[in-house]
């Protein structure tokens, strides 16, 4: 007997034994004081945990092969709702999420993969909260990290499927590299922030490069940019990473789709505006048919041509699209953004004399492009734009709440807003301990560099 039919015999038997009927069927009139009603939600309540703790031991059992993956899929997704519900107080052991890993990761279903990815990452943030097994699966071996899971096992797979990866050959071959990528942001957000952890990332911007300049799915590009931009900030030294990642990106930006260049875009608007500039003079660089007054550049990329090409882009959005269009809007803010960063609006406008002042300055223009998908106050980064995305992938429908009540995605959600990471950059140029905005007027260390 497969243990699918097992599994619904034991919860068909379980059902009809208790002969009642479902809660969706008691009707607004019924008098919820009455004892025979409370037997009823007794039951249900009970039922309900019987079924979930067969799941969980279901799933997290070596014998699965009998399964169908629409089966397990399902179900990792139900038992991934419940982490997040924070129904039963459920909670899986680290050795039972790296059975569930092992059992998936190879799959040849890309949303079983998928969700195996997820279930693991979110067993690691929502075990940061100090979620508890319930009685009846008994105690856990160990619930307090999964850190040494993710980095000895996870991340290592996860490198080797994108080393070996071909984006271009197959849609579910595309499908898994961007789940691949996703769950590698997860990581570089939450452990990089949680744990202090120094993951070496080097070998991967250069393999992200690769997938970016060779992949055709604009989703797979979309997260390639996002990853390489967080690995920029995630930099020892972000300055000199930037100068040679937007070299590489403006070389992109220069040969792709409109579609594509909205994200790089995005990328570059972000590199600008976290840039240290203090050592450049301060004299408007006049050059060019376009003579425009920019007061500061990245030394690798050309402000006239990058202004030339912004400046087209925008054009081909308002000939080939309609403007109300979303990337229509996005794309004249990345121009706005970057011309914030270097560019004299007009000769009126008083040259920097306070760096302090100036980086205010930038931040204040950055925050009022109104540029990100929450208006809690705090300001989006292009950063934070960039990986919002993944934030949903991870959480779903719960990000909100997540963002809210949960204090390690809380953490890292602002970590990535427009003010922290203002104050990360001058914190970095003046060779400080990087600050992570929390929540207004809350600061706290964060594990960015020059950390005793």
Not at 11 to 19: G, S
Not at 303 to 324: A, C, H, W
Request: negative net charge; contains cysteine; charged residues 20%.
């Amino acid at each position: 007997m497969s243990n699918y039919v097992e599994y619904s015999n034991i919860t068909n038997k379980i059902a009809t034994t208790a002969k009642i009927p479902s809660l969706e069927s008691l009707d607004s009139s019924v008098d919820f004081a009455d004892p025979a009603v409370t037997e009823i939600i007794d039951v249900n309540d009970k039922l309900k945990n019987l079924e979930k703790d067969y799941l969980l031991k279901s799933v997290a059992n070596n014998g699965i092969q009998d399964y169908c993956a629409h089966f397990e899929s399902t179900e990792l997704k139900t038992i991934g709702n419940s982490l997040l519900n924070r129904e039963y107080n459920l909670s899986f052991s680290e050795s039972e999420v790296k059975t569930v890993f092992n059992n998936f990761k190879d799959s040849y279903d890309d949303s079983l993969h998928e969700e195996s990815l997820r279930f693991l990452l979110l067993n690691y943030v929502i075990n940061e909260n100090v979620i508890r097994f319930p009685d009846s699966l008994g105690e856990p071996k160990n619930i307090a990290t999964f850190k040494s899971l993710i980095l000895d096992n996870v991340l290592p797979f996860i490198r080797e499927s994108l080393t070996h990866s071909n984006p271009g050959s197959a849609t579910s071959s595309i499908y898994r590299v961007a789940s691949n990528i996703q769950a590698l942001i997860s990581i570089y957000l939450f452990l990089w922030y949680d744990s202090k952890i120094d993951i070496e990332f080097e070998s991967d911007v250069s393999l992200l490069f690769e997938i970016m300049e060779n992949t055709k799915d604009i989703v797979t590009f979309q997260f390639s940019i996002a990853a390489v931009t967080l690995l920029a900030f995630h930099s020892e030294n972000w300055f000199d990473s930037i100068d040679s990642n937007a070299m590489k990106l403006f070389e992109i930006y220069q040969n792709c789709t409109l579609e594509k260049k909205v994200f790089v875009g995005k990328a570059l608007a972000f590199f600008y505006s976290i840039y240290d500039y203090s050592d450049q003079h301060v004299h408007p660089e006049k050059s060019g048919e376009n003579s425009a007054p920019y007061t500061f550049k990245i030394p690798t990329i050309d402000n006239d041509r990058l202004f030339t090409e912004l400046s087209q882009t925008v054009s081909d959005f308002k000939t080939n699209i309609q403007p109300g269009f979303m990337d229509y809007q996005s794309i004249e803010k990345i121009q706005a953004s970057i011309n914030a960063s270097i560019l004299l609006v007009n000769d009126s406008e008083l040259l920097p004399t306070d760096y302090n002042q100036y980086e205010q300055k930038v931040l204040n223009k950055i925050k009022a492009l109104d540029i990100g998908p929450r208006n809690d106050g705090n300001g989006c980064s292009w950063l934070q734009v960039l990986v919002n995305p993944v934030f949903t992938w991870l959480f779903g429908s719960h990000f909100e709440t997540e963002v809210q009540k949960n204090q390690l995605a809380r953490n890292v959600y602002y970590s990535l807003s427009a003010s922290s990471i203002s104050t990360a950059r001058t914190n970095q140029r003046l060779n400080l301990s990087r600050y992570t905005h929390i929540n207004e007027p809350k600061f706290i260390k964060s594990p960015h560099i020059h950390q005793e």
